[in-house]
């Protein structure tokens, strides 16, 4: 009988310390999606913050840039329209690179998320 009641209590072990590595398990799959959500809206928010002081500082820029080249043409429309014919350029180069672009975003983000294990 000491064999049956051996395995039983053998047994009974491996059921306290599965349930307790299924616990752990739970509190550690929350604490890091937490740290990935944390993290996520950590960079969306800074990145949105800097790229609206970009953007306003962009259109800064095109207005005295335009300014200046419709100045030294003698006709503002031709200094408005030579910018946005610069930033339709810069945006068709930026269109054409977009997998590039995606690829290194998504190649930083993965060494940030994933490869971050320690």
Do not use: C
């Amino acid at each position: 009988m000491s064999v049956f009641k051996s395995i039983h209590t053998s047994s009974e072990k491996a059921i306290e310390k599965s349930e307790e590595f299924i616990k752990n398990s739970e509190k550690y799959y929350k604490l890091k999606i937490f740290q990935v959500l944390t993290s996520s809206l950590s960079m969306i928010f800074n990145f949105a913050i800097v790229g609206l002081f970009i953007l306003i500082a962009f259109i800064f820029l095109a207005i005295s840039i335009s300014s200046t080249i419709g100045e030294y043409l003698d006709n503002p429309f031709w200094g408005y329209i030579s910018v946005a014919f610069i930033f339709f350029a810069f945006g068709f180069v930026a269109y054409l690179m977009r997998n590039h672009i995606n690829n290194l975003v998504i190649k930083n983000l993965s060494k940030k998320y994933f490869d971050d294990e320690e």
